[in-house]
């Protein structure tokens, strides 16, 4: 099979990685076709229906096919996101029992598709302590991974917006998760909404400064090897997640500019969960972030959603209400 070289090794970015998270919808094949139709050279999927605990299984030949087109089209490193439902941090024994099952089936399946990543949530304690909570996780998660072949997988913690009982809202906490994990091959996922809406205020450079001083000095810039590049559509601190479009959203088109050019997070892969709500978006948020890249660190990016050709409530939800979060 010819060789394609991709866009982004040719424009002085090799170094940088830079993607969407792509639909299965069709085929694990489509979904890596769709990532290098719009030029990126790293891409996130779901491994089956994120809202079902049913999963459907990939068949050999769609992995060897997504494994063929990964290799042409360049595309590393490849995330997944595990199911929404899972909770391994929940009190409840029958909940946390089926979580873990389904988490053993991500791990499998991420595995045997040959994923870098598996990103999932930590879950939510729910009437109980966040130290039950974490417990619980770790102890699920380790029941989960026991006797897989995890390959080069490795499993991501993503930080969350706080909200209520879910675990993941500090620094501080994804430390002690991590702790607890110790000795498995576990590292973060950071997201830029989840941060701004856990109170990081990464509109600012003092803000986007402290978010990186205090991520050093627990998690460890070492261990985040993806950043969820996401704006807010709810403010500073809300603990309600929401996703926004590049610029559109509270953290803003400076604020992005100097969370792709830091130099403690411009080498991690960035891969964008923005909302698609209008055809075209997945390809104009990727326009925006790539605009504001530069090998300098200071780029005078352009915006790309000038003019909305869809009525301003279908950018802003129902009925002018926060947008929800949109599921490929």
């Not at 627990?218 to 996703?243: A, I």
Request: contains cysteine.
């Amino acid at each position: 099979m010819d060789e394609v070289k991709n866009e982004n090794e040719s424009d002085g970015f090799s170094g940088w990685r830079a993607g969407i998270h792509t639909s299965i919808a069709g085929s694990l094949e489509q979904a890596a076709e769709k990532a290098h139709l719009l030029g990126c050279n790293t891409f996130q999927i779901f491994s089956s229906s994120p809202r079902t605990w049913k999963a459907r299984e990939p068949t050999a030949r769609e992995i060897a096919a997504l494994g063929d087109l990964r290799q042409r089209y360049h595309l590393f490193p490849l995330a997944v996101h595990a199911n929404y439902l899972i909770n391994m941090a929940s009190p409840d024994k029958v909940l946390r029992k089926r979580s873990l099952e389904a988490f053993r089936g991500e791990v499998r399946r991420a595995a045997a598709i040959g994923a870098e990543y598996l990103i999932f949530h930590p879950g939510s304690s729910r009437n109980a302590s966040a130290e039950e909570g974490m417990r619980h996780m770790a102890a699920s998660l380790r029941e989960a991974v026991r006797d897989e072949r995890l390959g080069a997988l490795s499993i991501l913690l993503e930080n969350t917006c706080g909200q209520g009982s879910t675990l993941g809202g500090s620094f501080s906490q994804l430390q002690d998760m991590l702790a607890l994990l110790d000795g498995l091959p576990v590292g973060c996922c950071l997201d830029t909404a989840h941060c701004f809406q856990a109170g990081m205020d990464l509109s600012s450079p003092e803000g986007l400064e402290s978010m990186v001083g205090s991520l050093e000095q627990t998690v460890g810039l070492d261990r985040v090897h993806v950043v969820h590049t996401n704006d807010s559509r709810t403010p500073l601190g809300s603990r309600h997640d929401r996703h926004e479009h590049i610029g559109q959203g509270g953290i803003g088109l400076d604020g992005f500019r100097r969370i792709v050019n830091h130099p403690a997070l411009r080498e991690k892969a960035f891969i964008l969960e923005t909302p698609l709500e209008a055809p075209g978006d997945d390809a104009r948020n990727l326009e925006v972030i790539r605009s504001l890249r530069s090998r300098n660190g200071s780029s005078g990016a352009q915006q790309a959603f000038p003019e909305r050709s869809v009525p301003a409530r279908a950018w802003r939800g129902r009925a002018g209400t926060p947008g929800r979060k949109v599921n490929r």
